[in-house]
T-cell receptor, first 117, second 112 residues
Framework: GAVVSQHPSRVICKSGTSVKIECRSL??????MFWYRQFPKQSLMLMAT?????????EQGVEKDKFLINHASLTLSTLTVTSAHPEDSSFYIC?????????????FGPGTRLLVL | LAKTTQPISMDSYEGQEVNITCSHN???????ITWYQQFPSQGPRFIIQ???TKVTNEVASLFIPADRKSSTLSLPRVSLSDTAVYYC?????????????FGQGTELSVKP
């Protein structure tokens, strides 16, 4: 299957700082990527849809000014958590839709563990 | 988007066949059914996808009845390493950009 990478895999930061997480599709081009957040023992929650060359679409209840998304190329989307606070500590996962044989398939990155102190 | 319902948890023993059923009564004509596996602190991994009838790959089989209101993921001869959370999702690239909404998933525990 298609490969999606994320960087960093783990980050610890102080409260009030901003953190950028990168999501890359390694062997295919993705016009659409998705960002999820997952708290312990819970399911993935879709935060936003990242569209190459246009503004991201945020799910209800997700602050667009706090979670900045940039999809500048067909292989890279970034999520920036601005002014992070302890409640933003979570597991952030991205996915990219592969327009290949399984056109409906999303492939997920390995996730980024964010800890805000 | 179609909502899915799965059992919260299942237990099995090594070597057994495990069948996890998912209900999606409101599935739309263009929706595909996709199953993912997730281990702790990892992103979900694609297992199998189908639209109707039966699909089989090297990992699992997916059974979808004619009305498509449910689907069953079949894992043959599970091992301890199959202990994970399994998610059933339905979605369509043409509608709402292909976004998928995760349900609670099924936590499968395989015992020796």
């Amino acid at each position: 299957g298609a490969v999606v990478s994320q960087h960093p895999s783990r980050v610890i930061c102080k409260s009030g700082t901003s953190v950028k997480i990168e999501c890359r599709s390694l062997d295919f081009q993705a016009t659409t990527m998705f960002w999820y957040r997952q708290f312990p023992k819970q399911s993935l929650m879709l935060m936003a849809t990242s569209n190459e060359g246009s503004k991201a679409t945020y799910e209800q209840g997700v602050e667009k000014d706090k979670f900045l998304i940039n999809h500048a190329s067909l292989t890279l989307s970034t999520l920036t958590v601005t002014s992070a606070h302890p409640e933003d500590s979570s597991f952030y996962i991205c996915s990219a839709r592969d327009p290949g044989p399984f056109k409906e398939t999303q492939y997920f990155g390995p996730g980024t563990r964010l800890l805000v102190l | 988007l179609a909502k899915t319902t799965q059992p919260i948890s299942m237990d099995s023993y090594e070597g057994q066949e495990v069948n996890i059923t998912c209900s999606h009564n409101n599935i739309a004509t263009n929706d595909y059914i996709t199953w993912y596996q997730q281990f702790p602190s990892q992103g979900p991994r694609f297992i199998i996808q189908g639209y109707k009838t039966k699909v089989t790959n090297e990992v699992a089989s997916l059974f979808i009845p004619a009305d498509r209101k449910s689907s069953t993921l079949s894992l043959p001869r599970v091992s301890l390493s199959d202990t994970a959370v399994y998610y059933c999702l339905v979605g369509d690239t043409g509608n709402q950009g292909g976004k998928l909404i995760f349900g609670q998933g099924t936590e499968l525990s395989v015992k020796p």
